[in-house]
């Protein structure tokens, strides 16, 4: 059974930094590439970061060089630091994997709040 758990997020004023991390089970991790999402209020779910297997990563463009994805496959974990964070950056972030063209289930998220 898969099961995501995310965790780290807080409340951050403007400038600030945080760092998320998703730990995955039910899985075979390490081929699978890996995705931080966000959903703002009255808003839909966005996709914020990815990560291959091999470790390409891609981030839309709000996010680039502020944002960082990385992974620890021995630790089944995705992780995303988050740098010069905007009030705009405040939702709830949760990861998901590609399973083969599908996602696995949604985990709770993590609350990232910032402050202006």
């Known amino acids: 059974q898969v099961q995501l758990v995310e965790s780290g997020g807080g409340l951050v004023q403007a400038g600030g930094s945080l760092r998320l991390s998703c730990t995955a089970s039910g899985i075979i991790f390490s081929i699978r590439s890996m995705g931080w999402y966000r959903q703002a209020p009255e808003k839909p779910r966005e996709l914020v970061a990815e990560?291959?297997?091999?470790?390409?990563?891609n981030y839309v463009d709000s996010v680039k060089g502020r944002f960082t994805i990385s992974r620890d496959d021995a630790k089944n974990t995705v992780y995303l630091q988050m740098r010069s964070l905007k009030p705009e950056d405040t939702g709830v972030y949760y990861c998901?994997?590609?399973?083969?063209?599908?996602?696995?289930?949604w985990g709770r998220g993590t609350q990232v709040t910032v402050s202006s």
């Open positions: 990560i291959a297997s091999g470790g390409t990563t």
């Open positions: 998901n994997a590609d399973l083969g063209g599908k996602f696995g289930p």
